[in-house]
Nanobody, 124 residues
Framework: QVQLVESGGGLVQAGGSLRLSCAASGRTSSSYAMGWFRQAPGKEREFVAAISRSGGITNYADSVKGRFTISRDNAKNTVYLQMNSLKPEDTAVYYC?????????????????WGQGTQVTVSS
């Protein structure tokens, strides 16, 4: 059993930056690949970024490449999402998730545990 808690969301102007954190407890986060997803009102939950257990492999949605960076600190059981050059279309609830299987990391179905989400709002 793994519990995930996101933090760091808030209100920011377009062009600004935020860093989201996801703290894991119950079992070490190093046992899992980790991902970030987001969901805007009326939209499906969409893939944002993923990182392997060691942190050596990352994947990003095309919409965030070059702007967002996923990283992890296994000693702290925490995964991060650094978000730069934010746009109004980035507004969503952001969720972190943990996967213990080697499936497609961009798919919601691949993940076993989910956090409660943190709101990110980007104003124009």
């Amino acid at each position: 059993q793994v519990q995930l808690v996101e933090s760091g969301g808030g209100l920011v102007q377009a062009g600004g930056s935020l860093r989201l954190s996801c703290a894991a407890s119950g079992r070490t986060s190093s046992s899992y690949a980790m991902g970030w997803f987001r969901q805007a009102p009326g939209k499906e939950r969409e893939f944002v970024a993923a990182i392997s257990r060691s942190g050596g492999i990352t994947n990003y949605a095309d919409s965030v490449k070059g702007r967002f960076t996923i990283s992890r600190d296994n000693a702290k059981n925490t995964v991060y999402l650094q978000m730069n050059s934010l746009k109004p279309e980035d507004t969503a609830v952001y969720y972190c998730a943990a996967a213990q299987t080697r499936l497609d990391s961009s798919l919601v179905i691949s993940y076993d545990y989910w956090g409660q989400g943190t709101q990110v709002t980007v104003s124009s």
